[in-house]
């Protein structure tokens, strides 16, 4: 399948009369439809919640667009329960799923009244000497080994920091409620990026049957399951999509089969989704500054990788599309390359590309997610700004681009921005 930006090459041109690239755009229309149809794929649920985790792409603008969805914020950091807090999302619209969490993190969370979701057994204690525990809590699992989905996706849960394992999460379950904690949530995370229809349904089977145990052996009321994130998307072009009602449906199946059985009829469905949310409705859009033919022929950008990490960091495919060449043949074998004095810093490695010429403006696909968020100031490279592509066609810039003012502000010291003297 082809990737089309939902950009043209006439509006970036009007647009960098304004906002000069490199900058990433977001496709409101996009994001409200997919939306839509996630919640949709998990409508037989009458509890079910989306918690959009902030992380993919904490932007208060993106994150209103969510809510208005119906979407909660799922959180790990002081400042995105602060974002979280900003857009008017509290209570039960949080949820905090963080781990290595510093006390006053979950204050701040207790404040707000948000669902705290304890990544270790130890945290009970240590939430019991913060504050009252909250009626409503849950805690992250990890079945360790390693897990197999379909067509050779695998992760090893074994080998990750998070969760605890089957007897610690009862322990902690036990705890909580001499503590206080009336309904309870289990929450897992085993692998990223699934481009299958069966992750969901598959972990919904092993947390709904650990539930199950923990009802019969505890007698504890657990009232939400949370799936968490996970859901891929397909950043090469001939990748099979997923099929959000055929999960949703997955998922169905799974509840009908496990928990219904067994008068666990009550629970509500959350998930976490961060990339299936809104990866594919952003764009980080640069243009071709330099050509250089070495021992390979190389188109450098003016973007780099601390606009968009994950090729240098995970070697990341992101499919590129040369703006007013569309349809031009694929017939030049290029290196794209940002400017970094670091040579994994390229969106592109042996791409066959049509012919790019300086000045020429390139769409990376699949940045709304895990793109501008990673962003880093390595060799001094600034953040670029966020556009917003409304439903009505008009762009609106949702951040601007940090200016070398802002670099400088952590130190203050330059004749031109004050000095630490002063
Ligand atoms: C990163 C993360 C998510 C979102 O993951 P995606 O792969 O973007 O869907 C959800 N929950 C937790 C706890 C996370 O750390």
């Known amino acids: 399948m082809a990737k089309i930006p939902f950009v043209t090459k006439d ?14 755009i977001y496709d409101e229309k996009g994001i409200r439809e997919n939306a839509r149809l996630v919640r949709k794929a998990f409508s037989w649920n009458p509890g079910y919640r989306e918690y959009f985790a902030v992380k993919a792409t904490p932007n208060p603008y993106l994150m209103k667009i969510l809510a208005e969805e119906g979407c909660g914020m799922d959180c790990s950091s002081l400042t995105e329960l602060m974002l979280s807090e900003a857009i008017g999302c509290t209570g ?52 360790g080994g390693v897990v197999t989905v379909s067509n050779g996706i695998m992760d090893n849960p074994g080998d990750a920091k998070y969760g605890m394992t089957r007897d610690q999460i009862k322990e902690a379950f036990r705890r909580l409620r001499e503590l206080g904690a009336e309904e309870f949530g289990i929450h897992s995370f085993l692998v990223s990026n699934t481009v299958t229809n069966d992750y969901y349904p598959m972990l919904a089977k092993q947390l709904f049957e650990l539930a199950v145990e923990i009802k019969e052996e505890i007698g504890v009321h ?16 001939d990748q099979e999509p997923n099929d959000i009602l055929a999960i949703g449906e997955g998922v169905r199946r799974v509840y009908e089969e496990i928990l219904v059985p067994n008068g666990m009829d009550d629970v509500a469905i959350y998930t976490e989704m961060g990339r299936f949310m809104m990866a594919p409705y952003g764009h980080l859009v640069t243009q071709a500054i330099h050509e250089k033919h070495i021992y390979k022929e190389y188109i450098g950008v003016d973007a780099c990788a601390a606009n968009l990490m994950r090729p240098a960091m995970y070697g990341a495919y992101h499919h590129i599309t040369v703006l007013g060449k569309e349809d031009a043949p694929c017939d030049h074998l290029y290196d794209v390359t940002g400017s970094l004095c670091e040579n994994n810093d390229k969106f592109a490695i042996d791409r066959m590309l049509p012919k790019i010429e300086k ?21 001094g490279r600034l953040r670029s700004a966020e556009l917003l592509l409304q439903e009505d066609g008009s762009v609106k810039m949702i951040r601007r681009a940090e200016t070398p003012k802002d670099y400088f502000a952590t130190f203050d010291f330059s004749p031109e921005y004050g000095s630490l003297a002063e």
């Open 222 to 237: 657990i009232t939400f399951i949370n799936l968490s994130g996970g859901v891929g998307i397909p950043y090469l072009p």
């Open 11 to 24: 509006q970036v041109i009007e647009i960098a009369k304004t906002c000069p690239t490199p900058f990433h």
């Open 92 to 143: 039960e619209n949080i949820m905090f799923s963080s781990n290595v969490t510093p006390a006053e993190e979950y204050v701040k969370c207790g404040e707000l009244g948000g669902l705290i979701n304890l990544d270790d057994l130890t945290h009970v204690d240590f939430l019991a000497g913060l504050m009252e525990i909250p009626k409503k809590i849950s805690c992250r699992f990890n079945p």
């Open 359 to 379: 000045g020429d403006y390139l769409v990376i696909h699949d940045t709304g997610a895990h793109g501008f968020s990673m962003g880093y100031n390595y060799n």
